[in-house]
């Protein structure tokens, strides 16, 4: 009696003595075909993930680092670059400048997001010649050829546009575009007719406060501070709060009108404060004042907006730039449209010499995580360091959930198989209930009679995960020649203009197979466990009744 439950269940299992032996295998199949499906599907996802991030850390920093004081732009970055290049675990350093343009070309006009870097850095250039796309043959990085106007822009951009290398393009910051919408966007009236109360009092105010004193005129300090703060209200203005400087939005008026009332509000700042609560200003103020005030209220409103157009005509200069090189990135793996010197985007986003960020190339860019908490604990707290799994955390969420609904929704597969063999195994037992109650009345125990149909679960558990691991390996083996017979039905599902790649890449993980087949194992034996029991526990009597 001793090893007559595993005899019992590779009798039971046999095709050739019952038709439920059949269905049995036929679950069996089921399972295989749940296994190979999970192992392909996430193999060939796991493939798009490495091939993501392999892209990404081509044109992105490893590691990003940002200044945490003032107004966050870091004017010392070569010293800075320096000193990073010689952080441990780190290959380069170089300065960062990234934004939106406006692209003209060919008649077509796009925002287009680009990426400045110091050229100088050999090992970015290197990593950005390695992802050129070889449908562009002439493409190439150098970007001192022939002056530093040149860029490198992507596959995505070229193939939307239709440009090839050696063509040229004209580039307009963005942030420039802000000033035209505020010329643009002006009221009808004059900020006098907008807002007579605050002009009258304050003009008023003027006339009484100014008294004329020995070479000079003197107000009242008090009076001065009341009617400087009603007209500092309609300009935006920086104001210091418990938490920092706040800017305050001001009212809606012509810029030029901003900027005479800033003039005002110099001539009362231009102050000699003297004990006795009177302000001394020179012989001459107060008139300069209502002068101002005056052309306030006459303003011509059609000179003053195309004077404030022909300002915005000066300020917004075009950049032409060559295109040298094409590098390749995809839907999938989309990076910046553009690629352009350092100096440029300084020059396209105003910034004065200083730049945004300084970008890092370590040894292993997969350990960037433990790479950033030290730099970050030996840099200190006027500095932000941030790996690319921060700085991309929502582009790979969205990787990461989209592998859980796959999984989860393939997973079903195997459900499904296992309560098909949940429903074969409870066919079984009642077929075989009068032999159970004979073996049962021989002495059969109840864990005997538990493992015989246990055992059914867990061989065909186990080798339907077998089964599918092996079908599995052999699909990713020959995937390139099964793409190509189902692409021979006119049926493409991984077309290559999405992905970015000739050949269906895939990855597989040892860890993520063993915990498939386990899973397998596990529900099938499960299934089993359930009819098993009730098997078990039947009255033999009953069982033996119709014997």
Not at 53 to 74: E, M, Q
Not at 141 to 159: P, Q, R, Y
């Amino acid at each position: 009696m001793k090893s007559f439950s595993w005899t019992l269940a590779l009798r039971y299992l046999n095709p050739l003595r019952t038709f439920v032996s059949i269905i049995t295998l036929i679950s069996l199949v089921g399972v295989a075909l749940g296994v190979m499906v999970l192992i392909v599907v996430l193999s060939v996802h796991n493939g798009f993930e490495r091939n993501l991030k392999d892209t990404l850390l081509g044109f992105s920093p490893h590691i990003s680092v940002y200044a945490n004081t003032g107004d966050g732009r870091i004017y010392d970055w070569a010293e800075m670059e320096e000193r990073l290049a010689k952080e441990p675990g780190v290959e380069s350093a170089y300065a960062l400048v990234e934004g939106i343009v406006l692209l003209d070309s060919k008649s077509w006009q796009k925002p287009v997001y680009f990426r400045a870097i110091n050229v100088d850095n050999e090992e970015q250039i290197e990593a950005l010649t390695e992802l050129l796309d070889p449908d562009y043959p002439t493409s190439k990085i150098d970007f001192h050829f022939e002056g530093d106007k040149n860029a490198i822009i992507s596959t995505t951009l070229a193939v939307g546009l239709g440009l090839q290398p050696g063509e040229e393009i004209r580039v307009i910051a963005a942030s420039n575009l802000d000033a035209v919408m505020e010329v643009y966007n002006v009221p009808k009236e004059r900020a006098w007719e907008l807002y007579p109360d605050v002009f009258e009092a304050f003009e008023g105010e003027i006339k009484v406060l100014f008294q004329k004193i020995d070479g000079a005129e003197k107000a009242s300090s008090d009076g001065i501070l009341k009617i400087y703060r009603s007209l500092q209200e309609l300009v935006p203005v920086e104001i210091e709060t418990p938490t920092g400087g706040v800017m305050t939005e001001g009212k809606e008026m012509r810029p030029v009108e901003k900027r005479m009332i800033f003039e005002i509000l110099d001539f009362l700042d231009d102050v000699d404060r003297q004990e006795g609560g009177f302000d001394f200003f020179v012989e001459g103020r107060r008139d300069e004042i209502l002068e101002k005030l005056r052309e306030m209220r006459e303003l011509d409103l059609e000179k003053a907006d195309n004077e404030g157009f022909r300002q915005i005509e000066e300020f917004v200069v075009p950049k032409t730039l060559r295109i040298q090189g094409v590098y390749a990135d995809n839907p999938r793996s989309q990076g910046p449209g553009i690629f352009i010197p350092l100096s440029i985007g300084m020059e396209l986003k105003d910034l004065q010499g200083g730049v945004e960020s300084i970008g890092l190339r370590i040894e292993d860019p997969y350990h960037a995580g433990e790479t950033a908490r030290a730099l970050q604990a030996s840099l200190g707290e006027e500095w932000i360091v941030q790996s690319w799994m921060v700085t991309h955390a929502n582009q790979f969420q969205l990787v990461k959930t989209e592998k859980l609904m796959i999984s989860f929704t393939l997973s079903f597969i195997t459900i499904l198989s296992a309560f098909s063999i949940m429903a074969v195994m409870y066919t079984v037992t009642v077929q075989k209930r009068q032999e159970i109650g004979v073996m049962k009345a021989l002495g059969a125990r109840p864990s005997q009679i538990v493992r015989v149909f246990l055992y059914q679960g867990i061989i065909v558990g186990v080798g339907g995960s077998l089964l599918g691991l092996g079908l599995g390996l052999l699909a990713i083996e020959y995937r390139e020649a099964i793409m190509k017979v189902i692409r021979s039905f006119g049926v493409d599902p991984f077309p290559a203009e999405f992905h970015g790649m000739s050949e269906l890449p895939a990855r597989v993980i040892p860890d993520q197979l063993v915990l498939i087949c386990l899973v397998a194992m596990v529900l099938c034996s499960l299934a089993a466990l359930v009819p098993a029991l009730m098997a078990a526990f039947r009255d033999p009597a009953k069982s033996l009744r119709n014997l």
